[in-house]
């Protein structure tokens, strides 16, 4: 790594701010590794990041949970991260109300897969991200949907629908996509930024602006 650096003609006071700010964070991590329910590797964790019921969470090899992050363990199938899964900075994980009140499915997340700053991710509903998905930033994904046909009572009293959603691997989802209760991003697709995903999407797609447009496909001949 410090070789790669040099490389890049990063100074020496980069580096070793950059080796201290890695090492304090892997210091928090080996705090909060005892009360995981399954930890392999190094955990990073960044300063401010919030993660409750701990011990429905298992954590693969090099998982970061970037400053400011909130993941909420308290749900049915727990959250499972992968090896070198990133959880970017502000992001929050919320599966169940903050009381208890409802408890949602949970999230599994695979190898290499990464959600950047300021991402919403309500599972509960499941999620199921695959292996190498890049997540950008202010992306919202809701796996949970409120009923609404009866108009003689309020939505609230309703109840909700949980579909479920699932992203399959190596797809890149741009900053401040929206994607919806139900859906299922195919392997390989590109999803643009702004993006309001509502329906399935076929694998190695490429999918553009807010009225869900098929640009083209990535395996065109």
Not at 145 to 173: A, L, P
Request: proline letters at 2%; one cysteine or more; aromatic letters at 6%.
């Amino acid at each position: 790594m410090l070789e790669k650096m040099d490389k890049m003609n990063i100074s020496k006071l980069d580096i070793l701010l950059i080796i201290i700010n890695t090492s304090i964070k892997i210091i928090r991590g080996l705090i909060i590794k005892p009360f995981l329910k399954k930890s392999k590797g190094l955990l990073f964790v960044g300063k401010g990041a919030r993660i409750s019921h701990k011990h429905n969470i298992i954590a693969g090899k090099n998982v970061k949970f970037e400053q400011n992050s909130e993941v909420q363990g308290l749900s049915k199938k727990g959250l499972i991260f992968g090896d070198n899964v990133t959880i970017g900075n502000s992001t929050m994980i919320r599966p169940s109300s903050y009381y208890g009140v409802e408890i949602g499915e949970g999230l599994k997340m695979g190898n290499n897969s990464s959600i950047g700053p300021l991402g919403y991710i309500g599972c509960a509903g499941y999620i199921d991200i695959g292996q190498n998905v890049m997540i950008g930033p202010k992306v919202s994904i809701f796996a949970e949907n409120h009923s609404f046909n009866d108009v003689n009572t309020t939505i609230k009293s309703q109840g909700v629908v949980r579909k479920g959603v699932k992203i399959e691997d190596d797809c890149w989802i741009g900053s401040s996509v929206i994607i919806l209760d139900g859906v299922v991003v195919g392997k390989g697709s590109v999803i643009g930024a702004g993006t309001i995903v509502s329906k399935d999407v076929p694998a190695y797609s490429i999918v553009i602006d807010k009225r869900e447009k098929l640009l083209r496909a990535r395996m065109e001949k």
